[in-house]
C-alpha cells in the first residue's frame, strides 16, 4: 500500500530532512511513525500526501509513483486518505452533520448517498445522536472522533494521523486508537505519527522509529 524506495528529501540551503528511508506498510496494516521533534515525520507525512516531492528515491502508494502523478491527477489521488489532525481542524459555525459531510459535498456526492455515509461515520465513532450539535458543545475526546468520522466518511483505503491523541488524556487516546484498530481490521491501511510512547509502546503494532531524518532499523528503537 505504502513503499518507500531510498527516498531522501533536501529542501534549498541543504537541510536534508529524510535519508535513504526504506520501508513498506501493507493493506490494512497498522503502524506508528514516531522519533524526536524535527526527525521528519511531518515531511514523510507530506511526502505521502503529495504535499511534498522526493528529492530522491521512489514513494509509491496504492501502485501510484508520486513522483510521476501529474497535477490533475492529485485531487483524485489525495481523495483515497483520510487526514486526522491533534487540533481537529473543525467548523465552529456548522454542525457535527455538516462537519463530516464536506469532503462529500467537495467530491460531488448526492444527497442521499452522502447523508447515507455521514450517518454510517458518525454511528461508528458512537456520535451519531449528537449530528445536529455544533462541535464547539463536545468534549475534545468528541470532537477528534468528529475529525475521524470526517476523515473516514469517504471510505478511503488509507488513513493518516498526526498526533491524533495530542490533547487527550490517557483514557481517551486508548479509546481513539481502538477506533484506528478497528479501521485496521477492515482493511485500511493506517499510519500514525505520534510522540505518546507511553501509549504506543503498549499497543502490538509495528513502530517506524526517525532519528535525524533517518529510520532506525528494528530493534534500535
Do not use: W
Amino acid at each position: 500500500m505504502i513503499k518507500f524506495d531510498d527516498v531522501s528529501k533536501r529542501y534549498p540551503g541543504g537541510h536534508e530532512a529524510l535519508s535513504h528511508i526504506d520501508f513498506h506498510l501493507g493493506r490494512g496494516e497498522l503502524a506508528f511513525l514516531t522519533g524526536h521533534s524535527g526527525a521528519g515525520k511531518s515531511t514523510l507525512l507530506k511526502l505521502i500526501m503529495h504535499m511534498e516531492l522526493a528529492s530522491s528515491g521512489q514513494v509509491i502508494v496504492n501502485g501510484q509513483n508520486l513522483n510521476k502523478l501529474k497535477r490533475r491527477q492529485v485531487p483524485f489521488y489525495r481523495r483515497n486518505i483520510g487526514l486526522v489532525f491533534q487540533d481537529h481542524q473543525l467548523l465552529f459555525d456548522r454542525t457535527v452533520y455538516d462537519n463530516v459531510a464536506l469532503p462529500l459535498l467537495i467530491a460531488g456526492y448526492e444527497p442521499r448517498e452522502a447523508a447515507r455515509r455521514v450517518r454510517a461515520a458518525l454511528d461508528k465513532v458512537g456520535l451519531l445522536h449528537k449530528e445536529n450539535q455544533n462541535p464547539i458543545a463536545l468534549s475534545s475526546g468528541e470532537q477528534q472522533r468528529v475529525g475521524i468520522a470526517r476523515a473516514v466518511v469517504n471510505k478511503p483505503l488509507l488513513l493518516l494521523a498526526d498526533e491524533p491523541t495530542g490533547n487527550l488524556d490517557p483514557e481517551l487516546s486508548a479509546e481513539i486508537m481502538e477506533l484506528f484498530e478497528q479501521f485496521s481490521s477492515v482493511g485500511v491501511t493506517v499510519l500514525i505519527a505520534s510522540h505518546d510512547l507511553s501509549l504506543i509502546s503498549r499497543l502490538e503494532h509495528r513502530m517506524l522509529v526517525l532519528d535525524h531524518g533517518r529510520l532506525l532499523p528494528v530493534g534500535q528503537e
